[in-house]
Nanobody, 124 residues
Framework: VQLQASGGGLMQAGDSLRLSCVAS????????VGWFRQASGKEREFVAT???????YYADSVKGRFTISGDNAMNTVYLQMNSLKSEDTAVYYC???????????????????WGQGTQVTVSS
């Protein structure tokens, strides 16, 4: 699956931003679609996921500020980011897992297909 993430930019603390992830030539269907981020010098970390097209899960650091959703046809998955903080600065990646189970949805290794990433920079 080829994924295309977009929507990043240079923001101010407190701003909102929406990222998009599109799968080339197909829908996401019942796959698990996640957003991860990687700040400079740090490991890639889980942000949010839609598990098998239904349930949503979030990292504690973004809970209440970020919302993951898909359009009706699951052509596109979004990450709405509100109340941005400087610590949200990172490259954001979308990823797909065709075989994820609940125990692994926060793990990078559970996702087999990755987009190219989109930079989000938040200045304080």
């Amino acid at each position: 699956v080829q994924l295309q993430a977009s929507g990043g930019g240079l923001m101010q603390a407190g701003d909102s931003l929406r990222l998009s992830c599109v799968a080339s030539g197909r829908t996401f269907g019942r796959n698990t679609v996640g957003w991860f981020r990687q700040a400079s010098g740090k490991e890639r970390e889980f942000v949010a996921t839609i598990f098998r097209g239904t349930s949503t899960y979030y990292a504690d650091s973004v809970k209440g500020r970020f919302t993951i959703s898909g359009d009706n046809a699951m052509n596109t998955v979004y990450l709405q980011m509100n109340s941005l903080k400087s610590e949200d600065t990172a490259v954001y990646y979308c990823a797909v897992s065709e075989r994820a189970i609940l125990a692994t949805i926060r793990s990078v290794s559970a996702y087999g297909s990755w987009g190219q990433g989109t930079q989000v920079t938040v200045s304080s």
